[in-house]
């Protein structure tokens, strides 16, 4: 059998005019492997990259990461029935 992890792509938007404001979004697509996020990712933000170079001049950056493991879905959702929510 084999294991797929899924994987998630955020990309992260600053602007040189407002330090410490960041803009993170992820789009509705999960990859089967790193590298095809990563090379997904990089593509999505150097082109949003180059769509603000002459309006708004934000910066992207892209990151991958794994969905989380079955098992730190289950003990949120037990964490949240103890705290009464």
Do not use: W
Not at 12 to 27: E, M, T
Not at 58 to 82: D, G, I, T, W
Request: with cysteine.
């Amino acid at each position: 059998m084999i294991e797929i992890v899924p994987v998630m792509l955020f990309i992260l938007g600053s602007h040189p005019d407002r330090p410490g404001k960041l803009d993170l979004q992820r789009p509705e697509v999960v990859f089967t492997s790193m590298d095809d996020c990563e090379e997904a990712g990089a593509k999505i933000a150097e082109r949003m990259v180059q769509a603000a170079s002459d309006k708004s001049g934000a910066n992207y950056e892209h990151r991958c990461m794994a969905v989380p493991s079955a098992e730190e879905f289950e003990a949120a959702f037990k964490q949240l029935e103890k705290s009464g929510q």
